[in-house]
């Protein structure tokens, strides 16, 4: 509920201070006093842009400030705290425009971006403006209506959280499905490059090893020559040099004991000799397994041919990377199989999400087709306390593809002279028809959901008499259970009001300013016989006011 609104210099506004009532608040005055000025500064701290040329007085900024009382209400407590705004019990939206034009938002003292105002307080204030009736030709305010006669906020929100995911799961089938394509379009390729290097069957470094191998086969018999003739000078030739040690260290050990250096020396003969003779035994060995393999050799050289053809194809220069290549191949190979799987799981999700979307949907709109003729009964109704007798509302809903809100594409058609031919509310219906519809609807649908306080800017445009009075009822009857703020001009609502404001110009120093006032009773039965006969009203127009009022 919009507790105070506080405005300071705003226009040819010099500082105002209006306390509402939580019921019916009424406000009236001449044309041209104000009243929209009001208007547009509320409109302020709902979100909307600024305008320097607001500023009369560029001496001083100009300041807006509205205090709410939340109630309790979960929306707004859960806005707060989703963007860490302070949660206090009373909440105050403020918009401030300095005279070079920018503009600064606040809530609860936190600054704050317009996005932020206006989202907050589409859940604080409803804005019914003349022009606003437009709204009623929208697809999306037609559902709204609809699925708040029937209930189906619940339903709506478990619907869309499946939607979304069948949504989703439908974006990821077709990116599965196209990787698929790009694959299949260089599968056949893959599959000859890894039966290539499969078939050529390389181990870790064979390739690296296949060529030492090689270079020693090449060289086997000079190989075994050198180590021949090195075993024949050690063990096997005239003298060899093993058995020449042998006999030196002999000779010597006859003088050992007259030398005491010479026990060392011949020590280190014998380690000699022992070492020589490990040598030879090791060159024998090496020898016996050095053999030159004609048929090995043309093995290995067709081997490397056929590596190092497939090394120098895939730009590479070791085994190890040939076999990351053959690698990864088969690592997209497989890929295609485990896609395939991927998107036979994805295309049974794709239709359980879908099937329980539908269900979900068909719920839904069950239970607006259940709505649809008690709310024609009823807007029809009341169209004709309003004024508008011979005006019909049909409610259209058609199946469609599955959306957002469901399965259902709803149209409401109008005929405003029962001539049995409806058309889309935009078509057909007047500035003054599609007001009073408006207020029929939200009169309806304010019984069904917690709309927030609820502003109507001279709605009541193009009506008197009776239908007036009705529209006053009705005002009357939403006001019982949330706050009303009404713009009027009509004598009839103005007599329903609990609190009554007027609005006027008066001269303050020099110059013209917009003021307003709470009226009393006194004043209210003046205020409203001159709504009826003009600035001198009658003793009989004085005795209608007070009648309107009780």
């Known amino acids: 509920m919009l507790k105070k609104l506080f405005i300071q210099n705003y226009a040819i506004i010099d500082e105002i201070v209006i306390d509402f009532s939580s019921q019916l608040n009424i406000i009236t005055g001449e044309t041209g006093a104000g009243k929209s000025i009001l208007m547009g500064a509320l409109s302020l701290i709902l979100g909307e842009r600024a305008d320097s040329s607001v500023l009369v007085n560029t001496q001083k900024k100009c ?95 478990a619907y869309r959280k499946i939607f979304h995911q069948w949504q989703s799961a439908g974006k990821e089938l077709t990116q599965l499905q196209e990787q698929k394509t790009a694959f299949n379009k260089e599968l056949d390729y893959h599959q000859f490059l890894f039966n290539e290097l499969s078939e050529l069957g390389l181990k870790e470094n064979e390739l690296e090893e296949l060529d030492k191998e090689l270079k020693l086969l090449s060289n086997a018999e000079g190989i075994k020559t050198t180590l021949s003739k090195v075993y024949f000078d050690l063990k096997e030739s005239e003298l060899p040099v093993v058995q020449l040690l042998k006999q030196l260290v002999n000779q010597m050990q006859g003088y050992a004991t007259y030398h005491p250096d010479l026990l060392e020396v ?30 090995r050799i ?100 058609k199946n469609a593809p599955l959306s957002n809100s469901g399965k259902d594409q709803i149209d409401f058609l109008f005929d405003a002279n029962k001539s049995n031919r409806f058309e889309t509310i935009r078509k057909v219906a007047s500035g003054g028809e599609l007001s009073r519809l408006m207020l029929c609807i939200k009169s309806l649908v304010a019984q069904s959901i917690d709309l927030p306080t ?32 009404c713009i009027t001009h009509q004598p009839q609502i103005a007599g329903k009001a609990n609190a009554h404001f007027f609005v006027y110009k008066e001269i303050k120093n020099d110059a013209v300013k917009t003021n307003i006032r709470l009226l009393n009773e006194d004043e209210r039965i003046t205020a409203i016989a001159r709504m009826l006969s003009g600035e001198k009203p009658t003793a009989a127009a004085m005795e209608n006011a007070r009648e309107m009022m009780n």
């Open 454 to 485: 609820m502003i109507f800017d001279e709605i009541d445009t193009g009506i008197s008499g009776e239908a007036a009075k009705q529209v006053g009822f009705i005002m009357k009857g939403l006001a019982n259970s949330r706050q009303i703020i």
């Open 266 to 295: 011949i020590g280190r003969l014998q380690s000699s000799q022992i070492e020589l003779q490990d040598i030879s035994e090791e060159i024998e060995r090496i020898n016996d397994s050095v053999n030159y393999d004609e048929k």
């Open 63 to 157: 300041f807006i400030e509205g205090y709410f009382t939340i109630d309790g209400k979960a929306a707004v407590l859960n806005f707060l705290q989703e963007n860490d705004l302070d949660v206090e019990e009373e909440l105050v939206l403020r918009r401030e425009i300095a005279a070079n034009g920018k503009s600064r938002a606040f809530i609860n003292d936190t600054p704050a971006t317009l996005q932020q105002m206006k989202a907050l307080a589409s859940l604080l204030v409803d804005l019914h403006q003349q022009f606003d009736t437009l709204e009623l030709g929208d697809t999306d305010f037609q559902r709204e209506v609809m699925d708040a006669l029937a209930g189906t906020e619940n339903q709506l929100a």
């Open 298 to 397: 043309e093995w290995i050289n067709q081997r490397l041919m056929d590596g190092y053809k497939l090394i120098k194809k895939h730009g590479v220069q070791t085994t190890h990377q040939l076999l990351e290549i053959q690698k990864g191949l088969e690592e997209k190979l497989q890929a295609v199989l485990n896609m395939d799987d991927s998107i036979a799981t994805k295309e049974k999700e794709l239709a359980r999400l879908f099937s329980e979307a539908n269900i979900l949907a068909d719920k839904i709109s069950v239970a607006r087709h259940l709505q649809s003729t008690p709310l024609e009964v009823k807007v029809n109704q009341l169209l004709g306390q309003v004024g508008m007798p011979n005006a019909q509302l049909k409610v259209e809903l």
